[in-house]
C-alpha cells in the first residue's frame, strides 16, 4: 500500500503517443447555433459557462444555425473562402519553396486559416494586432501584396524589412500588423500596452494580441490579463488552441484549468471558446469582442479550438509526438471545405467553380512568386544592402557606426 503521507509529482501526458490511434473523445462539440449570444454590456459574471462550451454556426449539414448566425453576406462569405484558399495555397507554393532552399525556414497555417481570415475582415482600418507567426491570414484578408510577402521570405533586394527578421516575421504598419516577435508571449503585453495608450489618447482605434496555447504558459501572458482586467484596455485576447506546441500537447500549457478561456476567469473578463474551423463562428465572435471594446467595456479573451494539421516549422517533424493520421480525425473538419460546403448548400457556389478558383488563385500566387524571386531568393540573386544594417536604427548616427560603416566601404 503506497504511503499516504508521499508527495507524487505530477505531468501531464497526451491522450495518444505516435503510433497509437487517435482519440479526441475528451473534446466536448455541443450543437451548431446552440450557445447563446450575450448582449455586448453582459456582466461576465453570468456568462461564465461560455469558457467550457464551444461557439458553432455551421452544423453538419452546411447550414447556418443560431443567434450568432447571419452576420455576413453571400459576397462576404466568398471572398472570405477566396481568402481562405489563397493563404493555403501561398503556404504550399512557399513550403516547396524552402524545400527547395530558395529560403531557410518557413511555417504553414494548414488547418487554421479561418481564424486569422475572418477576425481581419471584422477589424476596421488603424486597429493594431500583435500576431504571431501562424496569422498571414490577417495580411491576406486586408490586401497586402503576397509579392511583398514572398520578398520577406526570400530576404531578397526587395525585402521590406531589408532581411532583418527571420523569415515569415512580416510587420505592415499600415496594415495593422505589427512585427511578430519569436518570443510570442511579448506580443501579449505589447498589445494591451497598445491599447492603453489609444484609450489614454482617446483615439477611437482597438488591439488585437494573439498567442498559441503552448505560450500561454509563459509569465507574459498572465501579466497582460492583469493590465488588460484592471484599466479595461480596448483589446482582444486571441488564443489559438491548435492542440500542439511545437512539440508539446496543449494540456502541458493548460494545466488543470480545463480550457484556455477558462484563465480569464480570475480576472473578470469575458471568456469566449469558437470553433476556429468556423468562418462564420469566428467572424461573429470577433464583431463581438471588438465591439466590446471600442464601447470601452474593456477586453474580451477569445480561445479558438482548432488543429495544427502541418508540421510547427519547416524544422520540425510532428511524426515524433502525435500520431500521422491524427489530423484525420479532428472532429471540426477542414474550415476551406466547411465553407465550401455552406456556399454550396446556399445555391450561390459549386464544385466546378470551386475547382475553377483553386486553379485561378494558383495562377496568381505562381505569377506572385515569379516576380518575388526575379528580385531574389536566398542563394541566389539580389539581396538587402550591407549598408542597411546601419540605417534605420538611430535618429542621428552616432560616431562609431559612421566610422563602421566607413570602414565596411558602404
Not at 469575458?270 to 465572435?285: C, W
Not at 482548432?306 to 516549422?313: D, I, K
Amino acid at each position: 500500500m503506497a504511503d499516504a503521507g508521499m508527495l507524487r509529482f505530477h505531468v501531464p501526458e497526451p491522450e495518444v503517443r505516435p503510433g497509437g490511434t487517435p482519440d479526441f473523445s475528451n473534446v466536448t462539440i455541443p450543437k451548431a447555433g446552440s450557445v447563446p449570444r450575450p448582449e455586448i454590456d453582459v456582466d461576465p459574471r453570468t456568462i461564465r459557462d461560455m469558457a467550457f462550451s464551444i461557439i458553432r454556426v455551421l452544423n453538419r449539414a452546411g447550414e447556418a444555425v443560431g443567434p450568432w448566425a447571419g452576420l455576413l453576406t453571400d459576397e462576404e462569405l466568398l471572398e472570405g473562402l477566396r481568402h481562405m484558399m489563397t493563404l493555403r495555397t501561398f503556404d504550399a507554393r512557399m513550403q516547396m519553396a524552402q524545400r527547395q532552399g530558395k529560403t531557410s525556414f518557413y511555417m504553414q497555417h494548414l488547418g487554421e486559416e479561418a481564424v486569422s481570415c475572418a477576425f481581419r475582415k471584422a477589424l476596421q482600418p488603424g486597429d493594431m494586432n500583435f500576431p504571431t507567426y501562424r496569422q498571414a491570414g490577417l495580411l491576406i484578408a486586408d490586401g497586402y501584396p503576397m509579392v511583398t510577402m514572398m520578398n520577406q521570405i526570400y530576404s531578397n533586394e526587395a525585402d521590406p524589412l531589408k532581411g532583418r527578421q527571420l523569415p515569415i516575421m512580416y510587420s505592415s504598419k499600415e496594415h495593422g500588423f505589427f512585427s511578430i516577435s519569436g518570443n510570442l508571449a511579448t506580443q501579449y503585453i505589447q498589445a494591451v500596452g497598445w491599447a492603453m495608450a489609444s484609450a489614454i489618447s482617446k483615439d477611437s482605434r482597438i488591439a488585437a494580441a494573439w498567442i498559441g496555447d503552448g505560450s500561454t504558459a509563459e509569465s507574459d501572458f498572465h501579466a497582460a490579463l492583469v493590465f488588460a482586467s484592471t484599466y479595461k484596455a480596448p483589446v482582444v485576447l486571441n488564443v489559438v488552441n491548435n492542440q500542439w506546441a511545437i512539440s508539446t500537447f496543449q494540456g502541458i500549457a493548460r494545466g488543470g484549468s480545463g480550457t484556455f478561456a477558462a484563465r480569464g476567469l480570475g480576472f473578470g473578463i469575458p471568456s469566449l471558446r469558437v470553433d476556429g474551423n468556423d468562418y462564420l463562428a469566428v467572424h461573429a465572435v470577433a464583431k463581438w469582442a471588438i465591439e466590446r471594446a471600442r464601447r470601452n467595456l474593456g477586453p474580451t479573451l477569445v480561445e479558438y479550438v482548432t488543429y495544427r494539421v502541418g508540421a510547427h516549422s519547416s524544422s520540425d517533424d510532428p511524426s515524433a509526438y502525435r500520431p500521422k493520421a491524427e489530423s484525420d480525425a479532428w472532429p471540426l473538419g477542414d474550415p476551406v471545405i466547411r465553407l465550401k460546403n455552406h456556399l454550396i448548400h446556399k445555391g450561390v457556389w459549386s464544385e466546378q467553380r470551386h475547382t475553377q478558383a483553386e486553379a485561378e488563385i494558383l495562377e496568381t500566387v505562381i505569377t506572385a512568386q515569379k516576380e518575388a524571386e526575379s528580385h531574389g531568393t536566398l542563394h541566389a540573386g539580389g539581396k538587402p544592402s550591407t549598408r542597411d544594417m546601419f540605417e534605420g536604427v538611430y535618429a542621428e548616427m552616432p560616431p562609431h557606426l559612421r566610422r563602421q560603416r566607413q570602414q565596411a566601404g558602404v
